[in-house]
Structures are given as C-alpha cells and as structure tokens.
C-alpha cells in the first residue's frame, strides 16, 4: 500500500517563501510525484511533477518562482515555492503514479496560506 505524508504547509506573506515535502512509503519503485493545489471554491489542479530519473515539469502560473526536486533515497518530494502570491493560497495535496498502475494516490493535504 502507497502512503504519503505531507509537511510544511503554513501562513506567509505575500513575497515570502515555504518549502512543502511529502515522503513516500510503500512500494513504489519508478513514479512519478507531484503536487497539485485546490483553492476554495475551485478544482483541484497541477503545480509541478517530477520523475523518478528528474524529469520536472510545471503549471505556467508558478514557473520561476516554484521549484519541484526529490530524493530518491529518501522517497520524499520536495516543493520549493518563492515569491508567492495571494493566489498561491490553497490546499497542496502530494500526488504519486506508479508505472503500470493506473491508480491515483494522494497525501492528506497541507495548507498554504499567502497574507497581503
């Protein structure tokens, strides 16, 4: 069974920085991991993905100012995000696919809070 766990979530103000991760547990040899976000009233979706070999990719609205890197060694995600704005505010959720398996899985959430 895939288990991720989140952390890192938090208020800031606007122009701030957090830094998100999200540790894998389970067996889930080659992935891939990401985080998506939903804000309220809004559906959920992609921040950034990255493979197991590094291969990253990135919504339009956080490139430059969000960077997505791992530890294989760790199983764990990381999600780096400066220069955040308002609406940046949302619940960041930890996403893993694994080959040849066609579920989605995901973390239990964390909160991401951006002050004016």
């Known amino acids: 069974q895939v288990r991720l766990v989140e952390s890192g979530g938090g208020l800031v103000q606007a122009g701030g920085s957090l830094r998100l991760s999200c540790t894998a547990s389970?067996?889930?040899?080659?992935?891939?991991m990401g985080w998506y976000r939903q804000a309220p009233g809004k559906q959920r979706g992609l921040v950034a993905t990255i493979t197991s070999g590094g291969s990253t990719g990135y919504a339009d609205s956080v490139k430059g100012r969000f960077t997505i890197s791992r530890d294989n060694a760790k199983n764990t995600v990381y999600l780096e995000m400066n220069s955040l704005k308002q609406e940046d505010t949302a619940v960041y959720y930890c996403?893993?696919?694994?080959?040849?398996?066609?579920?989605?899985?995901w973390g239990q959430g964390t909160q991401v809070t951006v002050s004016s």
């Open positions: 389970g067996s889930i040899s080659i992935n891939i």
């Open positions: 996403n893993l696919r694994r080959r040849f398996d066609p579920a989605d899985y």
